[in-house]
């Protein structure tokens, strides 16, 4: 009987073994297994767009293994650390004499207010650069599970999305693009932000993302890693640099979430497109987005034969927060960027005050000076630890900066202020700048035109002064502004 007695008790034991495993399992995949079976039910329903029948069974197909492929270096050599100054000495005087319009400012602008933040009543409400946005979400797609974690489970998220109440949240971002001005970066930040609110876990994210980017005719492309995470892979005609991307055809793929990530693991995918989802993301920049003018002052001096110059100017917090959020991208993007209008019109009120009555080559070298030595000569590994280009915004908030960052603001004060063609001069670890004026010095051809050297980071430098070691260098490529 004894026997007995402990073969109950052990037979009770795995009983109440098996029972905790039971309620644990049930517990932990219940509402991804009733997610599934969900989704197992509308697979049959009828999509509201025609398209997504087709495209989830293509999903639902083998998917091919592709490796990344890590694209160039902005510099295929380290920037100098430090660059000896000259020593000053005046620029012969030539030209017209300068008399500087100031445009005249709104009365906005001369006293910006905070903008009064709009409250939504919408599914999903949070802050974007400033603005409250608001979307109307289809309720049940917040529950929707990454289940199973694989090609399927993908599959399955999909037809449920597809499946759901989704035209007013398109709606609502391309009201957003336009109400906004948001260039295209700017819509991919509100998608993802939009994408992470919803859902706490990055994969799901991903796939709601990329959903909704194909939506919007974004050609992206989702994607497995090795350990099941999910990846997008944005189509772009630029070059993003320091980027995995993956060639499909003629068209490249980049891995934007892995910016400046030197190594990504083996991820799998598909070949085809959304259907009707062709555009490339394009992250030319050329009117800065409508936020709210949160206004930050700033005040810049240097001095110059014994002399000090002070400059004061106020700037957007907002519009520098979305500047700062760009990856590297063409050169061309940031030297064709514009000024928010109150820091353009604060700055030349001060360039009129000192350059007002000279000559075309002193005002023109007087701007050089600013640029030169306004701000402390710093490189972006030293101060952001990775490489980053400036819009020429951010170089007059920041205290330092480095070559090319000096190169796209002198370049855009030069062209706007006197309406002189500039352009940005590539080399393999230095970025300078030339003008094409009847000067003097230093010069390059570009194409059939002889343009002046004017150095912003060689400090005390004038017109037609470039650094030695660059003056028997030939550039890489030349950056030209729109207006040239």
């Known amino acids: 009987m004894r026997h007995n007695r402990d073969g109950e008790q052990k037979l009770f034991n795995l009983f109440g073994l098996f029972s905790l495993f039971f309620f644990l399992a049930t517990s932990l995949f219940g509402e991804s297994f009733a997610d599934f079976k969900r989704v197992q039910s509308a697979s049959f329903s009828q999509y509201k767009d025609k398209r997504d029948n087709a495209f989830n069974s293509y999903i639902k197909t083998q998917w091919q293994e592709y490796r990344a492929y890590i694209s160039p270096t902005m510099y295929k050599k380290p920037k100098p650390q430090k660059i000896v100054p000259l020593k ?26 905070p903008s009064k933040k709009e409250k939504h009543k919408g599914a999903l ?25 694989n090609q399927a489970g993908i599959a399955n998220f999909f037809s449920l999305l597809a499946s759901s109440d989704y035209e007013r949240t398109i709606e609502e971002l391309q009201r957003y693009k336009k109400d906004l001005y948001l260039n295209d970066w700017g819509l991919y930040l509100l998608v993802t932000k939009l994408s992470k609110k919803l859902y706490g876990d990055r994969d799901r994210a991903n796939i709601y993302a990329w959903f909704l980017f194909n939506k919007l005719h974004y050609d992206v492309k989702i994607a497995l890693s090795e350990r099941k995470r999910v990846y997008l892979l944005h189509y772009l005609e630029d070059t993003l640099y320091a980027t995995p991307r993956y060639l499909f055809g003629s068209k490249y793929y980049y891995l934007i979430s ?19 989802a062709e555009r490339a993301l394009d992250f030319s920049l050329k009117k800065l987005p409508k936020f709210p003018k949160d206004m930050l002052f700033k005040e810049r001096t240097f001095s110059d034969y014994g002399k000090k110059y002070t400059f004061s100017y106020h700037y957007n917090k907002n519009i520098v927060a979305f500047m700062q959020t760009y990856p590297q991208v063409n050169y061309r993007i940031y030297f064709n960027a514009p000024l928010e209008s109150i820091t353009y019109t604060e700055l030349l009120k001060d360039i009129k005050k000192y350059t007002d009555g000279k000559k075309m080559s002193e005002a023109i070298n007087f701007v050089l000076r600013f640029v030169q030595k306004a701000f402390r000569y710093e490189r972006d590994q030293e101060q952001f630890g990775k490489e ?16 090319e960052d000096r190169a796209v603001l002198f370049s855009y004060l030069i062209e ?21 004026i009847p000067m003097q010095g230093d010069s390059i051809m570009v194409g059939r035109r002889r343009y002046v050297m004017a150095d912003p980071t060689y400090i005390n430098a004038n017109i037609g002064q470039e650094i030695p070691k660059y003056r028997a260098a030939k550039p890489e490529y030349f950056i030209h502004l729109s207006n040239n």
């Open 258 to 276: 892995a910016y400046n990530i030197k190594y990504i693991e083996k991820i799998y995918t598909y070949k085809k497109s959304y259907p009707e």
């Open 388 to 403: 980053k280009v400036m819009f020429a915004e951010e170089t007059l908030v920041y205290d330092a900066s480095d070559c």
């Open 416 to 436: 706007k202020i006197f309406g002189i063609s500039a352009v940005g001069v590539k080399y393999s670890d230095h970025m300078s700048t030339a003008l094409h």
């Open 88 to 113: 000053e000495k005046a620029l012969p005087k030539a030209g017209p004499f300068v008399v500087i319009k100031v445009p005249k400012q709104k009365p906005s602008e001369v006293e910006p207010k």
């Open 125 to 149: 409400a949070f802050d974007f650069f400033g603005v409250n946005v608001g979307f109307s979400l289809d309720k049940k797609i917040a529950d929707i599970a990454f289940y199973p974690q």
